[in-house]
Each structure stands twice: as C-alpha cells, then as structure tokens.
T-cell receptor
Framework: DGGITQSPKYLFRKEGQNVTLSCEQN?????MYWYRQDPGQGLRLIYY???????QKGDIAEGYSVSREKKESFPLTVTSAQKNPTAFYLC???????????FGDGTRLSIL | SQQGEEDPQALSIQEGENATMNCSYK?????LQWYRQNSGRGLVHLIL?????REKHSGRLRVTLDTSKKSSSLLITASRAADTASYFC??????????????FGQGTELSVKP
C-alpha cells in the first residue's frame, strides 16, 4: 500500500543536540512538506519542497534544516538552535503543489 | 500568517445529530480543502472545493463555499461517535505571492457522544 512513513514515533532530544526526523513516501509525489503542531493548535509550515534538490522555507524555518536528495525522502533536522522544539511534527506529500496532501502519522519530539 | 479560522473552536453533539463547522479566510483563493485529524494521528484529506464551485458532497459530508463572504462550511450529517476528531480547513491563499503552500486554520474539535 502506498503512503507516508514517519519515524521514529517518539523522539527525545538532549540540550545542544541535533536530531533528524525521517519521512519517506512511496506515492511518487513531487511535493513534500514539514509541519509543526503545538497542543490545541493548527499546523505551521516549516519547510516544503516542490521537486528533488529544491526546497523553500515556510513560516517557522529558523532552527530547522532539510534536504531533498531523493524524491521519496525529505528528512527534517531539528538543530540545537531551535530552543523550543517540543511539538508534534507532521510530514506530508502531494502530487504537485496545492493538491490534497497525504500525511504521515507524525513524530512527537520532547526535550530530556 | 493565519488565513483560515474555524468556528466554533469546539463542538459537542449527540450521535445522530448534524455538525456544522465554519471557516473564514482573508484573501482570494484558488481552492479550499477540509481535513480531519484523529487524536495523535496525521491529517486525512476530506474534500477540496474550487473557487468556482459553491457546494460539494462526499457521503455524509457537505461543503459550501461563499467567495463573496470568504467563508466555507463543513456539514456532517447523522454524526457517529467515529466522527470525533479535529477538523481543519486549509486554503492556498495568495498563491502568486506565497507560493505552493496551504495555510491551515486552528481547527474545530468535534466530540460526538454515543
């Protein structure tokens, strides 16, 4: 079955540590997205990529980095510069930009 | 930036009743989408309605769009306990200035009691 896989489901970060969240899709979608969701809130866009080897900053990119070396993969690194990283992180993909997005089941990141 | 704003923030109804959620937005759009999110899970796409459409149906879901009022509504008829979830609207907003991204509202938390 096609879909998006995020891993791990839960992740803990120590102070000063970088951590990487994995996102893989086998839907052959061109566009991929990373969102952050805080409790009781909507989604805020961190980064998005419309094609391999290209990505753009979203509304809250500071303290995060991404790469898009393969169509299927769009990993997100939460760097030590992100001072408040505790949140639920969602990855999504769509055939092209602005089309319906398919979401993974998220990674919950907490600070140790 | 916050484009879509849902109303109400929370809604509690009995099974079998209808649930109506509203979404307002500020700038012109090409399309508006509705998503559902079960607790602790990712979002699931429900319906996309284009700016030249006024109403769209999918099973027990009915979406309307009024571009003159910059608002949309999602109606769930004959609700079930399994409809308990958060519902979000998302717009493509100012496409030419903001690029290929959707802007999500804060969501309506729907609770359907058996």
């Amino acid at each position: 079955d096609g879909g998006i896989t995020q891993s791990p489901k839960y992740l803990f970060r120590k102070e000063g540590q970088n951590v990487t969240l994995s996102c893989e899709q086998n839907l052959n979608h061109d566009a991929m997205y990373w969102y952050r969701q805080d409790p009781g809130q909507g989604l805020r866009l961190i980064y998005y990529s419309q094609i391999v080897n290209d990505f753009q900053k979203g509304d809250i990119a500071e303290g995060y980095s991404v790469s898009r070396e393969k169509k299927e993969s769009f990993p997100l690194t939460v760097t030590s510069a992100q001072k408040n990283p505790t949140a639920f992180y969602l990855c999504a993909s769509s055939i092209t930009q602005l089309q319906p997005q398919h979401f993974g089941d998220g990674t919950r990141l907490s600070i140790l | 930036s916050q484009q879509g704003e849902e109303d109400p923030q929370a809604l509690s109804i009995q099974e079998g009743e209808n649930a109506t959620m509203n979404c307002s937005y500020k700038t012109s759009i090409n399309n508006l989408q509705w998503y559902r999110q079960n607790s602790g899970r990712g979002l699931v796409h429900l319906i996309l309605i284009r700016s030249n459409e006024r109403e769209k149906h999918s099973g027990r879901l009915r979406v309307t769009l009024d571009t003159s009022k910059k608002s949309s509504s999602l109606l769930i008829t004959a609700s079930r306990a399994a409809d308990t979830a958060s519902y979000f609207c998302a717009t493509d907003a100012d496409f030419y200035n903001q690029g290929g991204k959707l802007i999500f509202g804060q969501g309506t938390e729907l609770s359907v009691k058996p």
